[in-house]
């Protein structure tokens, strides 16, 4: 793949951190995990579940895809979280295996946002983000055990240095697992409604095949080691949340952190798994040595 113009990346970077700029998100959202019942100063795991893991899956997902990193769970693992949002996945990981997770984000008020639910979910000093680029990460070679992915590669088009930066900031063996939206067939994604989650047009949504992304991984010096289509399960867990009866939707969900739209965007995927456009997939590949 031909390297993009810096002056291009620069300002499509800005048009994406603006796109999930809300100016009010912690507020916002502290607001409704009060009206929910959460204690502010000791939030739990499941009340933010459902507002946390931004992507096609949920937890559920970020479970998944976790059991494809490989770590050991001895406590002293250190992971990188690509695009890391509001730290949902990265808290996850820091929990369920004691290691250290790093996440990097375009989106300042993202980060800011991670850092006081860390904060006041116990998790401040296993899990830290920082505002930056992940074509440019902020981290000399071979600092991490592994790095994790999680619907983020739809919004940069220059893949191969997004690979090559993972690559250089992972240790020998290290792996790195993706679970992004992909298109079916190149060009399926064009045809794709907006707004949706992650763009509200197609001036900031680079969609590829699974397999140009794994040529991308492999040229990178990774071998790729796993590649799951994970569609009809993508679809199957977005439809019951959309369908789900209001009394059983969660009371601090996607709305609190997309806004309004965020049915309408989320309507826009499921259409667009359901006509086989996109589809998300599972792709993990190890660093050599």
């Not at 009010?24 to 019942?37: I, N």
């Not at 937890?59 to 002293?76: K, N």
């Not at 739809?154 to 690979?163: S, T």
Request: charged share 25%; with cysteine; hydrophobic share 40%.
């Amino acid at each position: 793949m031909v390297a993009i113009d810096t002056t291009v990346v620069e300002e499509r970077e800005r048009n994406v951190a603006a796109h999930y700029t809300r100016g009010d998100l912690l507020t916002q959202l502290l607001e409704a995990l009060r009206r929910a019942g959460a204690d502010i100063e000791a939030l739990r795991p499941e009340d933010l579940e459902a507002v946390e893991e931004f992507h096609v899956g949920g937890r559920p997902a970020t479970e998944r895809i976790a059991g494809l990193l490989g770590l050991s769970g001895d406590g002293g693992e250190r992971v990188l979280d690509v695009g890391s949002g509001i730290g949902g996945a990265a808290r996850y990981l820091a929990r369920r295996f004691g290691c250290r997770v790093d996440g990097v984000d375009l989106t300042e008020e993202y980060c800011h946002t991670a850092r006081e639910l860390s904060r006041l979910a116990g998790a401040a000093e296993s899990t830290h983000f920082h505002h930056g680029s992940v074509l440019d990460l902020p981290f000399g070679p071979r600092s991490f055990d592994a790095a994790i992915q999680l619907h983020v590669g739809m919004n940069i088009e220059d893949k191969a240095r997004l690979a090559s930066e993972v690559a250089r900031v992972l240790r020998p063996g290290g792996r790195y697992v993706i679970y992004d939206l992909f298109a079916r067939q190149p060009g399926s994604s064009d045809r794709i409604t907006f707004p949706v989650p992650w763009a509200a047009s197609r001036a900031t949504s680079f969609l590829v095949t699974a397999e140009a992304q794994s040529e991308v991984l492999e040229q990178a010096g990774f071998t790729v080691s796993h590649r799951e289509d994970l569609g009809e399960w993508g679809t199957e867990r977005l439809r019951a949340a959309l369908q789900a009866p209001p009394g059983q939707a969660p009371k601090v969900g996607l709305p609190a952190l997309i806004g309004a739209a965020a049915r309408e965007r989320l309507g826009n995927v499921l259409q667009a798994l359901e006509q086989g456009l996109v589809a998300p997939w599972a792709i993990a590949g190890r660093i050599s040595a």
